[in-house]
Each structure stands twice: as structure tokens, then as C-alpha cells.
């Protein structure tokens, strides 16, 4: 897909949103437009740039012990995790530094940790971080999980985001709605796209999009 455009995050010129409109299958809903968060993932620069401006969005009275990353956000983890380190925001772990996981999914598609990572979890105060939320479901399923390990969500990061909160827990995204007043989530029996014959280009999820 070549007709996308790119959205620079206001004062970070590397923050970056790769937008494609047309007709796409997520793994939760129909959307009309792709936000293409490869690179953002992969690339260091855009991905240090981006943990950054993520990382400026908690205060110095924070604690974060874990970070855990969905979607292939990892090395965006990693690196929001050593601007907050840097800004001051401690850690209750012995060790006085952050963890950066990411979840595996159980045969029923729930988020679950072996017994050699859930201390990562446990007791931990853990920050999510997405790199888009709009049906809120990923989210949900990370509230349960973290805790059912009994972790404590202190705030969930995205880079892109329709929501605002999710039970009560603000998320802080880099781009909103405001961004993309057009952006438009459906249900698979509601889509408008469907209804009119809109042919689908691309089936899509947190890992990049394959066209059809």
C-alpha cells in the first residue's frame, strides 16, 4: 500500500504515523483507515523517538516497575523505559530498574505468563503500552491478565488511540481521534464499507497488514 500519507507527532519529527485509507479487517472490527506502525517498531530512531515522547507523559511521582509491550512494542519499551529512568521515575524492583515483556496467549486467546516471568507481574505496578487501541479489547485482556497475576495497571501508553480511558484508566497516546476526526471502527455485521461492495484491501493486525 503506497498511498498513505505521513502525520509527524507535533515537536518530534521522528514520532511518525504512516495513514492508508480504504477497507481493512482488524483482528476486532472494520476500520477505514491503516496506521502503519512498522517502522515506528523496528526502525531505532523512530522507535527511540517515540518511547521518548511516550515516556514525557508521566510525572517524576510515578512508579513503573514493568512495562508490558503488545504488539511487537518492545523495543519502543525499552527505550521509553530509559527516558523515565532518566527523568527520575523509580522502580520498587531490588534491582532499581524497569522490566520490558511482552504476553503469550494461551489456546483460548487469553493473556497468560510461565511461572519463570510472572514476577514481572507480581506485585509489580505495570505500565501497558499498545501501539494502536480502538475496540478496547487488547486492553481488556491485559487488565485481566495483569491482574489476575495480581499486577497493578498505573497507566496504559499508545501510540495511537480512540479511546481515552478504559475503566476509569486514562491512556495516553501520542495520536488521538482529534488527529483523525474521519477514523471510523465497525462492527463485522455493521460495516457501511460491506453494505456498498467496498472491496477489502488488506486483512491487518498489531504485526503489519497482508493485501487481499
Known amino acids: 500500500m503506497q498511498n498513505y500519507k505521513k502525520i509527524e507527532y507535533p515537536g518530534h519529527s521522528d ?24 517502522d515506528t517498531k523496528a526502525r531505532m530512531k523512530e522507535a527511540r523517538a517515540t518511547g521518548e515522547a511516550l515516556a514525557e507523559m508521566y510525572l517524576t511521582s510515578d512508579v513503573i516497575d514493568t512495562i508490558l509491550c503488545f504488539n511487537g512494542m518492545e523495543v519502543v519499551g525499552a527505550y521509553m523505559a530509559d ?75 499508545a501510540v495511537f488511540s480512540i479511546a481515552t480511558q478504559i475503566e476509569n484508566i486514562p491512556i495516553r497516546a501520542l495520536f488521538t481521534k482529534r488527529d483523525f476526526p474521519e477514523y471510523a471502527s465497525y ?3 455493521s460495516c457501511p464499507l460491506c453494505r456498498d461492495g467496498a472491496p477489502v484491501d488488506a486483512i491487518c493486525n498489531g504485526y503489519g497488514y497482508s493485501t487481499v
Open 187 to 189: 462492527t463485522y455485521d
Open 83 to 157: 527516558k523515565l529512568t532518566e527523568a527520575g521515575i523509580i522502580s520498587m524492583n531490588s534491582h532499581k530498574t524497569m522490566y520490558i515483556t511482552e504476553p503469550e496467549y494461551n489456546v483460548s486467546g487469553q493473556v497468560m505468563f510461565r511461572d519463570n516471568n510472572k514476577h514481572m507481574i507480581d506485585g509489580k505496578k505495570v505500565l501497558i503500552l499498545v501501539d494502536s487501541a480502538t475496540t478496547g479489547a487488547t486492553l481488556k485482556g491485559a487488565l485481566d491478565s495483569v491482574r489476575f497475576y495480581k499486577g497493578e495497571v498505573v497507566g496504559i501508553s
Open 15 to 38: 514520532v511518525i504515523l504512516r495513514v492508508t485509507p480504504g477497507h481493512f479487517i482488524t483482528p476486532h472490527s472494520h476500520v477505514n483507515l491503516y496506521m502503519d506502525l512498522c
